[in-house]
């Protein structure tokens, strides 16, 4: 069954600095690929989004993430880290042909010290 | 603009009181699905409606039932709350789509956050 593995529970880093927050899949068919980021007491919005067109997908709010198929890796960085990027952040899969049923990493909350 | 609006946001319920809560959406999607979502853990899926039919997770409680009246709106009862039902739960829309490259991102609501008594 796919899953996914988001490494690190709790990641932080200081105003200014790179955020890379990690999501490996495990499905040999590259899935489309997804990341929500979730604010306290809000819904998931997504940041992003892979459904095989270019491998280096830019999202919201400066964040971007690279689908890597030999690594079965789609991280997500940012260059500089604002204080405002401070939330949980969701890596999830849909396996293609499916009906989009999300599969969801277990989350990274991702604190910013200014 | 087109959008999923979760009512109430906040619900306080005593302990085997029934509850409902609401869920609607004016992108016209054909999906539907809720979650549960306790703290600092990833959304759970309780269960989905393609149009009318209804698909239930296998782990989800009897506790837990979904009515979807029209493609608007889908509501979540809980027939009697307990303590470890506390959570914020999360309705989500997609479009549904079929084939092998349809992709089927999920628009979330704001939530509703459950507490029991």
């Known amino acids: 069954a796919q899953s996914v593995t988001q490494l690190g529970s709790h990641v932080s880093v200081s105003e200014g600095a790179l955020v890379l927050l990690r999501c490996n899949y495990s499905s040999s068919v590259p899935p489309y690929l997804f990341w929500y980021v979730q604010y306290p007491n809000q819904g998931l919005q997504l940041l992003l989004k892979y459904t095989s067109a270019a491998t280096l997908v830019k999202g919201i709010n400066g964040f971007e993430a690279e689908f890597k198929k030999s690594e079965t890796s789609f991280h997500l960085t940012k260059p500089s880290a604002h204080m405002s990027d401070a939330a949980e952040y969701f890596c999830a899969v849909s396996e293609r042909g499916s009906q989009g049923n999300l599969i969801f990493g277990k989350g990274t909350k991702l604190s910013v010290k200014p | 603009d087109a959008m999923v609006i979760q009512n109430p946001r906040y619900q306080v319920t005593q302990f085997g009181k029934p509850v409902t809560l609401s869920c609607s959406q004016t992108l016209n999607h054909n999906v539907m699905y809720w979650y549960q979502q306790k703290s600092s853990q990833a959304p759970k899926l309780l269960f989905h409606y393609y149009d009318k039919d209804f698909n239930n997770e296998a782990d989800t409680p009897d506790n837990f039932q979904s009515r979807r009246p029209n493609t608007s709106f889908c509501f979540l009862d809980i027939r009697s709350p307990g303590l470890g039902d506390a959570a914020m739960y999360l309705c989500?829309?997609?479009?549904?789509?079929?084939?092998?490259?349809?992709?089927?991102?999920?628009?979330f609501g704001p939530g509703t956050r459950l507490t029991v008594l």
């Open positions: 989500a829309t997609s479009r549904g789509l079929a084939g092998e490259k349809a992709y089927n991102e999920q628009f």
